[in-house]
C-alpha cells in the first residue's frame, strides 16, 4: 500500500491513464472519424510551431475532463495539431493556462515527470484495442513513453522509443512539438490508407489531477482502449531506416577487499568490454533483436526494500534494454518470463510481431549464472547452479474478435543437467462493457539435478497451476474475484512465482462515489476484501478480511486507512529446527496466530516544487523465525522537493521495530537520499545514497547472529543522453559493511564506471 516517491511516476500513469472508464466500442464508431493530412515537407522540432506544415494540419479541441469529473467542461482551452509527412507523424499541442505561474514542469530524466503538466497521445496502430503507444511530453519537452497493454491491465513505461519532443513555457501557457518516427512503431505495412486510433490527453495538476481529452469517457465500459475513436491516413507511411546497430564499450575498475579479520588490501580488477545489439524491423510488423556480449548492468540502483522477517522473494523491476522492448509480447496473468532471474548472459535473441489477428515473440539467451526461485507456501528460497543454462520463452496470441482472444506460452531454463520447461494456454474473454473473465492453466516439468535434491539423486516430476479471474468494473462499483491453484510441485524457474502447494480464492468489492467539480474532494472509495489460502491438501494457510477508505483531496492530497484481519500459520518444525526430517503438513506442524493490523497513508503536494507522504501501520505480525506473535510497528515517510527547475532532492525513510514477549525482536532503518542536477533534458548528474541499519535483540531473537547488520551504499553518476540508445555514462559507487566484527562502517567494494553507446541508422 506504500507509494514511496520513486513509485509516484508509476501511480500517476495507472491512474490518470490506464484505469479510466472508456466508451463501448460500439458508441466508439459513432465518433467523428479523423483524417490525418499528409504533407510533403520537413519541420524543425523546436517548440515553436511557426513551421509552414502545421497550416495544413489537422486541428482538434481538448475540451472534456472526464476524470476525476465525469466528461465536465474543461477550464483551460487545449488545441492539437496532428500531420504526417510519410517519414514522421507530427504532432504539436498548444496548452493554454490563465495563470502560466502555476505550471507545474521541471526538467528531469526520461519517464521521471509523470507529475508534471503533461500532453500526448494514444496510438493503437492495429486498430485490435489489445496495445497501445503512449508518448506524453512536460513543458520543458521532458519525454515519457511506454507501452500499455489491454489484456493484462499493465503499462510498460521502460519501453523507450528514439523520439523528438521540444517543450517551451510562453505567456499564455505552453506548447509543445512532438516527431514520432514510424520506424519506432510496429504496424501493418502496406500502400493502403490506414485506420488506427488514437486519444489526445492533457494532464492539469491544480488542486484536483485532471484528465482532459477530446472524446468522452463512460464510465461503465471497463475497457479504456476500446473508446479510442479511429484515425485515418497513413498511406504513405513505411518503416524505413529499419535497421539500428548499437555497439557499446564499458570499462570498469573495481577493487575489493576483505574488511574482517585478517584484513587485505584493496585487490583491483580492471575490465574492458566491448557488445554489439542489433534492432532489425523486418518489416513494420517483426522485429528482431540480437545482442551479443551486452551490458546487462544496471547503471542505476535498484530502490531499497525491507528484508527482515520476509518470507518470500523480493521483487525488482527489469530495466534491461534487450529485455524490455517489446516485453508486453510474453506478459501472461501469472509472472512467467521475469527476466531478472538471467543474471550474466553472453548472447540473446529476440523475434516478436503481429500480423493481423495473430501476435507473437520469442526469445532465447545464455545465462553464465543459474539462479533459481525455489517456491513454497510458507516460504521461498533462492538457489545458484554452478553451471550455464539457456532460457527462453515463446508467446503466440490469437484474437478472434474484439472481445475473445486466447494465447499460447512456453518458457525453458536448461543445463546439461538440469532443466524446467512450462507451458500453458489462457484466455480472456469481455462479456459486455462492464464484465470480463480471465482464466490461464499451465503444465511444468522439471528435473533437478543430484547435487540440489535431498536424496542426493536426479529427480524428474510435473505438476501444473491454473488461474481464474472474473472482473466488473462500472462508474459505481468494482467486482473482483480471483481462484488459483499452483501443484506442490509446480516451478517456473524462468519467472517470479515464490509460492507453490498453494490454493487462494479472493473477491475484492470497491464502491466509488464522486464529488462535483467545485468540492473540496473528488473521489472516494469504500472497499472490501476476503481471501483464504489452503494448501493442496486443504489445510488452511491463512484467512483474511480488510476494509479499506480512501479519498481524494484539494492540493492533490490523498488519505487511506485500511483494516486486515488475518488469521495465518507460521513456518514449519523443521523449518524452525533443521534438525528435524522435512514434514511439508500443515496441521500439526505449524502454529497459528491473529494478525491485525491498521495502515494508514497520507500525502499532499502544497506547492508544485513540493511533495510529502507518510505511511503508518501498527498492529500484530507474527515473528517467523522465532514462531511467535509480536507488535508491529513500521513508518514511512517521504518527501520531494524541486529546488529550481534543474535541481531536485529526494528524501524517503522506512522504521520498523518488531516486539515480542515484552522486548524488541529486531528494529530495522531504511534511509534513500537521492540528488540529481539536470542539465538540460539530455544530461545530468545524480547521487544516490541507501543506507541500511538493523540492529538485532541477540537475548530475544534465537536466529540472529550479529546485533548490528549495517549497509551503506552510495552512487554518482553523470549521464549524457541523445537519445535512449546513445549514451555516455560516467560513474562511481562504492559499498560499506558493518557487525559486530566491526567498530564502524568499513568500505569493502568500490568501482570507477563508463560507458558509452551510439545507435547506427545506416
Request: with cysteine; hydrophobic share 35%; aromatic share 12%.
Amino acid at each position: 500500500m506504500k507509494f514511496s516517491i520513486r513509485g509516484l511516476s508509476a501511480l500517476a500513469t495507472a491512474f490518470l491513464l490506464f484505469t479510466q472508464p472508456s466508451i463501448a466500442q460500439e458508441n466508439t464508431l459513432k465518433l467523428a472519424q479523423l483524417n490525418i493530412p499528409h504533407v510533403d515537407l520537413d519541420l524543425t522540432i523546436d517548440g515553436e510551431l511557426n513551421d509552414a506544415i502545421w497550416q495544413q494540419a489537422l486541428a482538434i479541441d481538448l475540451n472534456i475532463v472526464n476524470s476525476p469529473w465525469n466528461n465536465k467542461p474543461s477550464p483551460v482551452s487545449t488545441t492539437a495539431k496532428i500531420v504526417e509527412n510519410g517519414e514522421f507523424l507530427y504532432i504539436a499541442f498548444i496548452a493554454q493556462d490563465p495563470n502560466p505561474e502555476l505550471i507545474q514542469g521541471f526538467l528531469g530524466d526520461r519517464d521521471t515527470r509523470w507529475v508534471d503538466d503533461l500532453v500526448g497521445l494514444k496510438l493503437d496502430t492495429y486498430n485490435n484495442r489489445r496495445l497501445n503507444y503512449e508518448f506524453f511530453v512536460n513543458p520543458f519537452g521532458v519525454q515519457h513513453d511506454g507501452i500499455a497493454n489491454e489484456m493484462t491491465g499493465k503499462s510498460d513505461s521502460a519501453w523507450d522509443g528514439i523520439w523528438e519532443s521540444v517543450g517551451k513555457i510562453t505567456d499564455a501557457g505552453f506548447q509543445v512539438e512532438m516527431a514520432i518516427p514510424y520506424h519506432i512503431l510496429n504496424f501493418d505495412d502496406n500502400d493502403d490508407v490506414k485506420t488506427w486510433a488514437i486519444e489526445l490527453i492533457r494532464l492539469y495538476p491544480r488542486d484536483s489531477r485532471l484528465r482532459i481529452s477530446h472524446i468522452e469517457l463512460n464510465r461503465n465500459d471497463a475497457c479504456w482502449l476500446c473508446q479510442m475513436p479511429e484515425i485515418t491516413g497513413f498511406k504513405a507511411a513505411k518503416a524505413s531506416k529499419n535497421l539500428m546497430l548499437t555497439p557499446t564499450l564499458v570499462a570498469s575498475k573495481s577493487e575489493s577487499r576483505e574488511i574482517f579479520a585478517p584484513k587485505t588490501d584493496w585487490q583491483s580488477e580492471n575490465d574492458i568490454d566491448a557488445g554489439l545489439d542489433l534492432r532489425w524491423g523486418i518489416n513494420a510488423n517483426t522485429l528482431l533483436n540480437v545482442t551479443v556480449n551486452p551490458d546487462f548492468s544496471n547503471v542505476e540502483s535498484d530502490a531499497g526494500q525491507l528484508s527482515v522477517n520476509k518470507t518470500f522473494s523480493l521483487f525488482y523491476d527489469e530495466k534491461r534494454q534487450f529485455f524490455v522492448e517489446n516485453s508486453e509480447y510474453f506478459s501472461s496473468d501469472f509472472d512467467l518470463v521475469y527476466t531478472r532471474n538471467i543474471a550474466d548472459p553472453e548472447y540473446g535473441a529476440k523475434l516478436t510481431g503481429t500480423q493481423g489477428s495473430h501476435s507473437y515473440g520469442a526469445f532465447m539467451t545464455n545465462d553464465t549464472q543459474t539462479n533459481i526461485i525455489l517456491p513454497g507456501n510458507t516460504n521461498s528460497r533462492l538457489i545458484s547452479l554452478d553451471a550455464e543454462s539457456e532460457s527462453g520463452a515463446i508467446k503466440y496470441r490469437y484474437d478472434v474478435n474484439d472481445d475473445l482472444s486466447f494465447g499460447v506460452i512456453s518458457t525453458l531454463r536448461q543445463t546439461d543437467n538440469y532443466h524446467n520447461f512450462v507451458s500453458g494456454i489462457d484466455s480472456k474473454y469481455r462479456l459486455n462493457d462492464s464484465n470480463s473473465f480471465q482464466a490461464q492453466i499451465l503444465l511444468a516439468d522439471t528435473k533437478d539435478a543430484a547435487q540440489y535434491t535431498l536424496s542426493g539423486q536426479a529427480e524428474s516430476f510435473n505438476d501444473h497451476a491454473f488461474k481464474i479471474k472474473y472482473k466488473h468494473d462500472s462508474e459505481y462499483w468494482q467486482v473482483f474475484a480471483e481462484h488459483q491453484e499452483i501443484g506442490a510441485k509446480f516451478r517456473a524457474d524462468l519467472g517470479f512465482m515464490p509460492r507453490a502447494d498453494y490454493q487462494k480464492s479472493n473477491v475484492l468489492v470497491n464502491r466509488l462515489v464522486y464529488g462535483e467539480p467545485d468540492s473540496t474532494w473528488q473521489k472516494m472509495k469504500f472497499a472490501g476484501q476476503w481471501q483464504v489460502l489452503h494448501n493442496e491438501n486443504g489445510e488452511l494457510l491463512e484467512r483474511s478480511v480488510a476494509s479499506n477508505f480512501n479519498i481524494d483531496g484539494p492540493m492533490l492530497s490523498v488519505f487511506d486507512v485500511m483494516f486486515v484481519a488475518a488469521d495465518k500459520v507460521g513456518l514449519r518444525r523443521h523449518e524452525l529446527d533443521f534438525s528435524l526430517p522435512i514434514d511439508n503438513t500443515i496441521d500439526d506442524n505449524t502454529d497459528r496466530f491473529q494478525e491485525n493490523q491498521a495502515v494508514i497513508y497520507g500525502a499532499i503536494q502544497p506547492t508544485t516544487q513540493f511533495f510529502t507522504e507518510l505511511e503508518l501501520t501498527v498492529g500484530d505480525k507474527i515473528d517467523y523465525e522465532n514462531n511467535r506473535l509480536g507488535d508491529y510497528i513500521a513508518l514511512y515517510a517521504g518527501v520531494s522537493y524541486n529546488v529550481t527547475k534543474h535541481l531536485e532532492f529526494e528524501l524517503s525513510h522506512t522504521y520498523s521495530d518488531l516486539e515480542a514477549e515484552n522486548a524488541s525482536v529486531f528494529t530495522e532503518n531504511l534511509t534513500e537520499l537521492r540528488i540529481s542536477y539536470q542539465f538540460n533534458v539530455n544530461s545530468y548528474l545524480k547521487f544516490n545514497l541507501v543506507y541500511t541499519d538493523i540492529d538485532f535483540n541477540l537475548d530475544n531473537n534465537a536466529s540472529a547472529y550479529t546485533a548490528k547488520d549495517n549497509n551503506l551504499s552510495t552512487q554518482l553518476i553523470y549521464a549524457y543522453k541523445i537519445n535512449p540508445q546513445t549514451v555516455f555514462y560516467l560513474g562511481y559507487s562504492d559499498n560499506s559493511y558493518q557487525d559486530d566484527r566491526l567498530k564502524s562502517i568499513s568500505r569493502e567494494q568500490r568501482t570507477i564506471y563508463s560507458k558509452i553507446s551510439y545507435a547506427w541508422l545506416p
